[in-house]
């Protein structure tokens, strides 16, 4: 018998579209069932050990039995303002202007609802995007544009628009002028720009500092004016705390406060002890290089191994992932993959102009990245 919603409820399936990995069940069946076993390549999911410092801190504040603080304790926001800056050249930055959340991605989901934003207004994500910026757009009942040009928008002032760099799933990266024109346009138009970079620490092409990837935040874009801007940073990536959900906000001190007050009312609070490791992965570097590294490492093996197996690789001068075509409908080359027992995203899962291409993660260890490589020689 099947369940009806109430006259007065819609319900998620017509609000929402189907969670993509859910897709995948039948090219991860096929996968497994390859004699060396499966290779997961299709999510960003680090594999490597979190920070032995960042584990140490976690137990020692185990004990602590009390509410933490939603806006976090002094010391995390302290770390964050100073990571933001030694890392990422963010300057002007106060205390009083980053959030604490419970994983980037709960706090995109939610931002629309949480900033206010009326229903019907326009939210722009990118061409190629996270999936959910498209869900954070459709929870609080907004239209969507997919739109990596400003003329594409016309003379319709968007509520917010949504910016990825460097981009999942494809890797590129917005440049300092391409950045400043966004903010310009923000300004003018009296929008909200939500930047992504969670990836900004993961670089590879850029030969010069000045060429680095850049946060919206950075005085170089927004002349060191944060009015309208939010970045979204996590630790998932390069300091391995996915498990941990441990990212911020940061940007419009005013519109930080508006968020603030939402996640108070909704308990929204980062545990103690999460806060705790986030100042131990916050206070060093050393780690975050070295992580970096072994991700520079695995791309090369298979780039190496995509280039022998005819594949063109395009973009994915940053971030996680190599975004790869063989010029055939992706889910033909999902298929392809998982007969070598390798698990690949389909370019579907990021809007129409992925639709020829592949997700390619870094995530795996270094034996599995080698045994990708190996396997990929026989598509060759």
């Known amino acids: 018998m099947t369940r009806r919603s109430p006259a007065f409820r819609t319900p998620a399936a017509e609000r929402l ?69 030694r890392r990422f050249g963010v300057t002007g930055l106060s205390e009083d202007a980053v959030v604490p959340v419970i994983g980037t991605k709960e706090a995109i989901a939610s931002l629309p609802m949480d900033l206010g934003i009326h229903a019907d207004s326009l939210v722009v994500i990118p061409e190629l995007a996270y999936p959910t910026y498209e869900v954070s757009a459709k929870l609080a009942g907004c239209r969507v544009l997919r739109a990596d040009s400003l003329l594409k928008l016309g003379p319709e002032t968007p509520a917010l628009i949504y910016l990825n760099s460097p981009a999942n799933p494809h890797g590129a990266v917005l440049g300092v002028e391409h950045l400043r024109k966004v903010v310009d346009f923000a300004r003018q138009r009296d929008c909200i720009v939500v930047s992504d970079e969670c990836y900004l620490g993961l670089g590879w092409e850029a030969t010069e500092v000045a060429d680095a990837p850049v946060s919206i935040l950075d005085p170089r874009v927004c002349d060191g004016d944060h009015r309208n801007l939010i970045a979204v940073h996590s630790l ?145």
Do not use: C
């Not at 520079?296 to 994915?316: M, Y």
């Open 17 to 85: 579209p189907a969670f993509p990995w859910d897709t995948l069940a039948e090219a991860t069946q096929r996968a497994a069932a390859h004699p060396d076993g499966m290779i997961n390549l299709s999510v960003g999911t680090p594999v490597d050990d979190v920070p032995p410092n960042v584990q140490l801190a976690l137990a020692e504040a185990a004990w602590q039995p009390g509410y933490p603080p939603t806006e976090g304790s002094a010391e995390l926001r302290e770390a964050i303002v100073a990571a933001m800056a």
């Open 236 to 380: 998932s990536k390069t300091s391995n705390m996915a498990s941990y959900r441990a990212g911020w906000l940061a940007g419009d001190q005013q519109l930080m406060a508006e968020i603030l007050g939402i996640r108070k009312h909704a308990g929204g609070m980062v545990p103690g002890p999460i806060q705790h490791a986030m100042i131990a992965a916050l206070s060093s570097d050393d780690f975050e290089t070295l992580q970096r590294q072994r991700y520079r490492e695995r791309r090369e093996v298979l780039l190496a191994g995509l280039d022998a197996a005819g594949f063109t690789v395009e973009h994915s001068e940053a971030g996680l992932y190599i975004w790869a075509t063989e010029g055939r409908d992706a889910w033909e080359t999902v298929d392809r993959f998982a007969e070598l027992g390798i698990l690949v995203a389909p370019g579907h899962f990021y809007g129409p102009a992925g639709a020829q291409h592949v997700r390619v993660g870094l995530t795996a260890s270094d034996e599995q990245i080698a045994k990708v490589a190996r396997r990929l020689a026989e598509l060759g």
